[in-house]
């Protein structure tokens, strides 16, 4: 099935977009219907960055979120935060398409458009179970399943009205959430096969009191990893991956590390780094950019490459990565 989104300069924004936002699109009025494989490729492989901002409301910079994308197809959402439901549309995210959900924590920023997505989800004909995906509990921060009771349950949920996700019942998917133990970052990873040949490894990582995910996601024998919000004492996630050159690194690059941030949450720009020197990617893609730290890019640059010295490239919303 092919879907459709109305094209805007957001679209022809993204990476590798010259051909289909050529001179001769130009002269086509806003709004003109074209489709999705104009944002990422209709075959093989690709990872859109749908949100590539943090939390603070930045203007053009949504919550952290991705999409891939196998032949065409929407497959697995990873993260939806605050804005990035409108970035889904603008992508041409389908929910009956999904095979996850996949959550690298419970903050706002990563996590608060969920609702929204799966408000859609009673709209689309969509009858198989969705697996959601994410950390384990800790002080403050509940497991996926009871963040998703506290969301949709019917007794006292904030949503109950979407409660049918719940049990699968009113006209709505069962959603199967599996909470990963993260143990501050040092629990075990845990492979996860969805679906054919898509497989994702959950490696816990460390961002403070706040239990966190990483992910691992092959395809055949194309492979991406995404750090998901974690600090340098994120060792084990480090270990797990070491040396595995996946062929897109995407770190997330919230701080350039001067005194006066918060401390003990995200890596610096020389910390990932070191963790791109350890993986090997054959590309390194920052997100979950601040302004603070895009304004001096320049200098995050320059402290990363003290050990990884490839392609480095900055995500903005709708940015779409092939492998």
């Known amino acids: 099935m092919v879907r459709y989104f109305l094209k805007t300069a957001a679209a022809c924004a993204i990476a590798g977009m010259a051909a289909s936002c050529s001179a001769a699109d130009s002269g086509q009025d806003e709004g ?3 489709s999705q494989s104009a944002a990422c490729p209709s075959s093989g492989l690709a990872l859109q960055v749908l949100g590539s901002g943090a939390p603070i409301a930045e203007s053009g910079h949504a919550g952290t979120s991705y999409l891939l994308w196998i032949d065409g197809e929407a497959r697995l959402l990873i993260d939806i935060g605050s ?6 549309a603008e992508a041409g995210g389908d929910f009956n398409t999904l095979v996850a959900i996949l959550l690298t924590h419970l903050h706002a920023d990563h996590a608060g458009d969920l609702a929204g997505v799966l408000k859609y989800g009673g709209f689309t004909p969509r009858t198989r179970a969705l697996p959601v995906i994410g950390p384990d509990a800790a002080p403050r921060f509940p497991a996926t399943d009871e963040f998703l009771d506290a969301l949709l349950g019917k007794d006292g949920g904030a949503f109950a009205y979407l409660g ?13 959430p599996r909470a990963i133990t993260t143990a501050m970052g040092k629990g075990d990873p845990v492979e996860i096969e969805l679906a054919d040949d898509l497989r994702v490894r959950a490696i816990p990582v460390h961002h403070g009191v706040v239990p966190a995910l990483g992910f ?3 395809v055949g024998d194309r492979k991406l990893v995404i750090t998901g919000d974690q600090s340098a004492n994120s060792t084990a996630f480090e270990q797990a991956l070491a040396g595995s050159k996946p062929d897109i690194l995407f770190a ?9 941030q918060p401390r003990g949450l995200h890596r610096t720009p020389a910390q990932i780094g070191e963790l791109a020197a350890a993986l090997q990617p054959g590309r ?12 001096r890019i320049d200098d995050s640059r320059a402290a990363i490459a003290q050990n990884y010295a490839r392609e480095v490239t900055v995500a903005d919303d709708l940015d779409c990565f092939g492998l």
């Open 252 to 260: 997330h690059h919230v701080i350039n590390g001067d005194r006066g």
């Open 32 to 34: 003109t219907i074209i």
């Open 284 to 295: 390194l893609v920052l997100t979950h950019n601040m302004n603070r730290a895009l304004e």
């Open 164 to 176: 049918g996700y719940i049990d699968g019942s009113e006209d709505k998917v069962l959603l199967e």
């Open 216 to 218: 691992e996601i092959s």
């Open 83 to 88: 804005g990035a439901f409108l970035r889904f």
